[in-house]
């Protein structure tokens, strides 16, 4: 199976388990990958037949300007949930996303949560 990816698209939004978090906002990365057999759209250059990964921003957009979500994992499911439904030639996907500078007294980089979804 092919492969495609994209990766750390920034996004910023009032999501957390803490209420400060949902009135101050978070930052976050956004990584996704589709496998299918993307050939065919190789040889006739149809967006229909590949990942579209401008649907990424627009679905992602949508999640994080939407309702306050207190965990990652319901961020990152939903995103999923939409871009797998949205994308028929997409086998297998997986979405990774960070919580950049988690609310925890030692310094972290991120906190990730990682779901696959597969046909």
Known sequence: MDKITI???????????????RIEGNDFELDVSAWGHFRKA??????NETFNYE???TVALSVFNGPSKKLI???CAKIGDELFEKSAPVKKLSVSLRKLNPPITVPASYAEITMTWKR
């Open 73 to 75: 994992e319901t961020l």
């Open 55 to 57: 649907l990424v921003e």
């Open 42 to 47: 190789a040889e006739k250059s149809e967006l």
């Open 7 to 21: 990766k750390a698209l920034k996004f910023r939004g009032k999501h957390g388990y803490y209420e400060r978090e």
